[in-house]
Nanobody
Framework: QVQLVESGGGLVQAGGSLRLSCAAS????????MGWFRQAPGKEREFVAT????????YYADSVKGRFTIYRDNAKNAVYLRMGSLKPEDSAVYYC?????????????????WGQGTQVTVSS
């Protein structure tokens, strides 16, 4: 069982940066692949980024590639999403999720545990 709590969201101007954090409970955190997803009002939840258990491998949605970076600190049981060059279309509730299979999936149904989300709003 893994419990996830996101933080770091807020209001930022276009072109600005934010760092989201996801704190995880549970001794097995380091065995999970982790993902970030987002959901804007009226839209389906979409994949943003994923990272494998060690942090050596990452994968990004095309829409954020080159602007966002996912990384983790297993000693702190945390995963992060550094977001730069933010655009109004990045506005959404951002969720972190844990996948015990370690598959680094882009599909939300592959992730067993989810946080409550943190709101990111980018003003133009």
């Amino acid at each position: 069982q893994v419990q996830l709590v996101e933080s770091g969201g807020g209001l930022v101007q276009a072109g600005g940066s934010l760092r989201l954090s996801c704190a995880a409970s549970g001794r097995t955190f380091r065995s999970y692949a982790m993902g970030w997803f987002r959901q804007a009002p009226g839209k389906e939840r979409e994949f943003v980024a994923t990272i494998n258990w060690s942090g050596a491998n990452t994968y990004y949605a095309d829409s954020v590639k080159g602007r966002f970076t996912i990384y983790r600190d297993n000693a702190k049981n945390a995963v992060y999403l550094r977001m730069g060059s933010l655009k109004p279309e990045d506005s959404a509730v951002y969720y972190c999720a844990a996948d015990h299979s370690g598959s680094m999936s882009t599909m939300d149904y592959e992730y067993e545990f989810w946080g409550q989300g943190t709101q990111v709003t980018v003003s133009s």
